[in-house]
């Protein structure tokens, strides 16, 4: 590394090779590199607070780059930076370090460090990195006379089967992975053990039965039904009915769930399928490039609900080509038009001029110091209202006289000419000492026991009292409805079952309910009758309030709770759009999978697609709370097309099946929580071969590829990604995939590079010092 | 001058070791002076099956009480009576400063929502609020009020910089509920056939499967004793309750002298203390450089395998409670780095005490080893002492070798810092005196090792030679350093990607970690180029060395602690 005087440049190429043989580029390289790898990798600060997060802001994710770290460093500025400076260090060895053995270690770091660099292109530039989960089991069912049908063994997870006798229903109840053998002659093995809850059709011979499967042992498979022990409510066929099958018939088994092939990261993709009557063909994949990753791109801002004051990067206008012969939509084009980093789809209302009466407002609420919560409340739907249905009511009346803050009843006694509307102020089934009430002018007095305002009557809401009424000398009780003539007594003897008999009404005194406005709930939001007149009735004491409501401004009862309305819209329509979450909201772990993109494909309407992970082919195959909701969509051509984003899959080469996990835990064994677990090892299969353990840094290869232990399925002991079912988890493995051409290579460059600085470093100075040692001698010998 | 700030410096950092004192825990009514009169001696050799791992009583009551009030002593009580008190008298709790809030900020908002608050609570004075802002300790009628509820909550949406801070406070509520508390004193060994494969079970779920066993009468008896506040009963409750759980199942129960072994190292602090020897040795070292003192160099030596010998303890002790080698967290990574450094100078100064390099490596890496002790002793937040188990993916050989390599190339790098800013003090020195400097004589010719072996023309090295400027000392002393440092941060680099290959799946992802580890080497690099081509050579040198240990302090630090990476456990 002498550093030797340049030669005068006398011509062009002189001054080029000169130039790549100076240090200082070479410096000035160096420093580049620095500092372009770390606004890449850190950002750039914009506080002097630089242990905040905030105050690292991200060059490479602004939108005019969307870049992820791997993209950043793959970059043509960082690709030419580091091949000048192998240029200046392969050009600056050559001319200007004599190879010898003095010289040899910078030899040596320098042919080392090139290597690696080249090893890294061919390492980056093949890279194929991505994963795939493999389920534990699936649910083979033939049911006579159906179509057969497999299922993932997933807790929650359901299946129908189709027959002329009807539908069997099946459902996963449980999972047990370590279930114990205690009988037969395998006693104390264990077994991957799922039991299935299985409903056959209306009127066939059995009742709901549960069937356990045992995974390896068919022979021990056995149904639990019903019994007639109140202790023991559920029972094992074989000692109930005396075999271990309901339904012979029935066939079930466990089976081995393939996977075949595996999601590269950050690498979306729209797959595409259509459905034509009861089928659905594959899923046909179309890549996706240029998309967007880290900003929201929203062309019109009308299309999604979002904060005031956000801001949104230029829109983007990307088509995507189908490149599979089997593509359903061949020769159609997709446009990307909108993306959305981090939403969801939410139902709201937008104000509408000549629309019909649908109001709509937003409620906020505060008990005292207590959070507030904000709720939306729909007075025509309110299936759509955020606020709890038993607390908040939102009520539209088109006359004065519909306000009822208590609910009443209409009494007609015809023989005495009595026609009154008497209000409801308590009912006894709540309060006994509510006292029957004299209907003035007649022998008769009532009382209300109950009232149930959602009763259900032919899939018609029918709002129902229960009156007790008494003419002096018998008591009878009644069911009172809007419409009398749907009245009735009940009888004063049951019937032969033990339950109530109604009789017709008796007709010396007819009742009529009026149910209260907005039922019975405590608050309740009245708009109407003119359109922009708003009131909220507060039932909090035995007297219901009407208070009038101005927006903005709130509304403090006794108890200390605060109710401000911020919004009232009378006319409004109902709209589906993505929500956008404030960027404060988002997560940075949740990366790109609460993603949304807007597409639009010719001949039929446009759709918003959220981000799944894996492109599963139906519900009976996803894994839970992975997701699985393919967006379907009908040409106008009358075709019905569904579309999924996801990421792009490649075939693995082969088929993987996962025949069992097991977790290696520390002392006491596994708790349930990461802490517990020293290891978790996916025994796998590659097509159908010996059983291959994948574990925690020690990865297997298979058909080129290197398969890693990547994601588990942990214990949900509340079901929250099951649909409320537990799970003990170990149902899935996620490995994680990927090639490495070209390791051995950079561990080439970086082993060569190491030993040249040692010996730059250490033998170096020997060599030297023995060198002078040589000198010195023959000066004094005078050689 | 040097003399009355190097004492001042010691006043200043023995002033920080001492923080303000929270709220005693109330005593039971019945006897004044309880807690004083307890005896937990006996709980010593006792475990805690805690996260899969035996613990200590003692580690146990720090680990569990270190998610409640953080680096504080609750209700001013050793952790051991504190948690005790917490399982058995919880109501004595309630207006006690026991919950530890970390972010300054937070404390602020906490305290606006308070002060605004239409209810605001009795407890909630002035003084009190000022004492919370100060200490960080509040009560739990403080963080459970619905005013700062709401602010919480609120802020919780604020994921970047509220979520995790909101997340502690709740977390700190809910560890110190008393039936929390109840279920994490897992001190009874199960029994049977593959017993070492189950949990232990609490002394609660003794007592109710076996209430005649002598586990259950101990401890009944102790709580009996606790509530009523008759410390004679608590202590024979406790000396019949230690051997009666090693009884129930003494084959898989851990041996007595790891579990004794484990509660000193707690009781002791880690050693970290420490600090303050080796501040004393920096402070002798330094009047042997600007003085030439010899006394002073044998008092720094002397000073420095004293704090060296108690850190190698310290070291070795975790080593022994821990039952692996301690690397594997901030703490570990950052306190057994600068023992490295000691190792280090322990190797190479025997052959530099007759040299012009005396004592300047040895004061690096005091230096070094009194910053992390003190960080470790004054941020216990941060560098938390607890000792949990490895992560899986840390259960690999490369553990040792990659995080061993790279530590201690960190460890150089900042003895090289050190010598370098020596270097940049004293030539700054020189530049005020206005001196001519001799450029030529301000760098070491022969680089690192050569500037120890090779020799000059009269047949003596510059590393002896009194004709040796000091400004040559320091930077050979810099080159020593930054060689051996680059050798060992790139092998380091090289094992890392080894390691990361058949871990992650890929040798390099270029996560923020690996590339500041890079951005130090490619520092070294222009700092081994630039004496090539820089006229100043020794100057630049000891600015880039500088440099590098900037970028391997933010690396540390700043990547670790605020941009997550794969990296995030060390």
Known sequence: MDSRPQSTISNPSTGFVGLFSSVKVGLVLLGLLIIYSAVGSAGIPVSYALWEPTTWVKIREHPWLEMTEMEWFQWWPFVTLIALTCLVMAVTTIRRIPLNWINAGVWMVHVGLITLAVACVVYFSSKVEGDVPVARAQIHIEVPGGAPVTMLAMPGNATKVHTDEGDWSFRVTSIDPEWELLSGDDKGERAHAVTVSVQPPAGHEHQMF??????????????????????????????????????????????PAVADRFYLQAEPAIYVREVTGGNIGPWIQRPVHDLPRFSDRVRDPERVWVDEGARFAAPIDITVKPVDDQDPLKGVDLRITDYLRHARLKVGDVPVEDGPIAPAATLKVQIGDGAPSTYELFAMEPEGNTAPADIFGFE???????????????????????????????????????????????????????????????????????????????????????????????????????????????????????????????????????????????????????????????????????????RHAPRTRRETRPQITPWAQRDPRTMDRASMMRVETPGAPPAWLSMHQYAFDSPEQAIPGMGYAPTTIRMHDGRVMQLLYSRQSKPIGGE????????????????????????????????????????????????????????????????????????????????????RWGVWTMLFGAVLSTIGMIWAFYVKPVLRRRQMERVTTQLETGA | MMRQLMILVALCMTALAHGQEPLQAPQPEATGGFFDQLDLSPFDGTAVWQEGRFKSFESAANSTLNYVSGPRSPGRLPHRVALLDLVLRPAAWTDVDLHFVKKKPMRGHIVQALRGASNRPAIATDERLQRFMETGLAPRAFLEHPAVATMLSDLQQDVLRYATPVEQIQTSLIVAKGDVLRRELAMVPPIGEGASERPWRSLDAELEANPDSDVSKAWKSLQAGWRSGDAQMVNAAIAKLAPALRAVNGDIYPSEGRMKSESLYFRLGGLTRGWIIYLAAIIALLMWIV?????????????????????????????????????????????????????????????????????????????????????????????????????????????????????????????????GLLYLVRRGAQRIKGQDIDLSREWARAGGAGFLIVPRVKGETALRAQSTTFGQVLDGATMILVELAAILLWAGLAMGAIWADHSWGRPWGWDPKEVFALESFFIFAILIHIRLTAKDKGWWTALLALVGCAAMIFNWIIINFTISGLHSYA
């Not at chain 1, 232990?709 to 649909?723: C, L, N």
Request: charged letters at 20%.
């Open chain 1, 210 to 255: 549960m069937r356990q499967l045992l995974d390896g042992y068919p022979q021990y498979t056995e149904d639990i039904i019903r019994s007639s022990n109140a202790h023991q409510p559920m029972a094992r066929a074989k000692k109930t009915l005396g075999r271990p099958l309901v339904d012979d018939t029935l066939k079930m088994s466990l089976q």
């Open chain 1, 656 to 739: 993987i099946t996962l025949d069992g996990f097991r977790i290696k835990s520390h002392v006491g064994g596994f708790t349930g929580t990461v802490s517990s677990v020293l290891n978790w090892i996916s025994e796998l299969r590659f097509d159908g071969g010996d059983v291959v353990e994948v574990s925690v840094n020690d990865p297997q290869p298979y058909a080129g590829l290197w398969f890693f232990q990547s994601q588990w399925d942990p214990p949900d002991p509340r079901g929250t990604r099951t649909g409320g079912i537990p799970s003990a988890g170990r149902n899935y493995t996620v490995l994680g995939v990927g090639n």
């Open chain 2, 291 to 419: 003085y030439g003192w010899r006394g002073a160099l044998w008092t720094g030596y002397g000073l420095f395998l004293i704090a060296f010998a108690l850190q190698t303890f310290a070291v070795f002790l975790r080593m022994y409670v821990a039952g692996r080698w301690p690397n594997t967290n901030m703490f570990e990574a950052v306190t057994t780095s600068t023992w490295f450094g000691g190792v280090f100078v322990v190797l190479i100064e025997p052959w530099l005490t007759r040299t012009r390099l005396a004592g300047l490596f040895v004061l690096g890496a005091a230096g070094c080893s009194m910053i992390a002790l003190m960080a470790a002793h004054l941020d216990p937040v941060n560098l938390n002492l607890n000792i949990s188990n490895r992560m899986p993916v840390l259960h690999d050989v490369w553990l040792y070798i990659h995080t061993n390599v790279i530590i201690f190339s960190y460890v150089l790098i900042f003895l090289a810092s050190v010598t």
């Open chain 1, 396 to 566: 539209w009346i088109d006359d004065e006289a519909a306000l009822r803050t208590a609910p009443e009843l209409r009494i007609e006694v015809p023989a005495h000419e009595v026609d009154v509307i008497v209000p409801v102020h308590g009912l006894a089934d709540a309060s006994p000492a509510v006292e029957f009430q004299e209907v003035e002018g007649t022998p008769f007095s009532w009382r209300v026991r109950f009232i149930d305002d959602q009763l259900k009557i032919a899939d018609q809401i029918r709002p129902l009292a229960q009156i007790e009424l008494t003419d002096g000398e018998m008591t009878w009780k009644r069911w009172a409805f809007e419409d009398p003539s749907l009245n009735g007594d009940l009888a004063a003897e049951p019937d032969a079952g033990g339950h109530d008999r109604l009789i017709p009404a008796d007709p010396r005194i007819v009742t009529t309910y009026r149910p209260a406005t907005g039922s019975i709930v405590p608050f309740v939001l009245v708009a109407g009758p003119d359109e922009n007149q708003l009131r909220l009735i507060s039932r909090m004491s035995i007297n219901a309030d009407v208070l009038d409501v101005e927006i903005g401004e709130t509304i403090e009862i006794a108890g200390g709770a605060k109710f401000t309305v911020t």
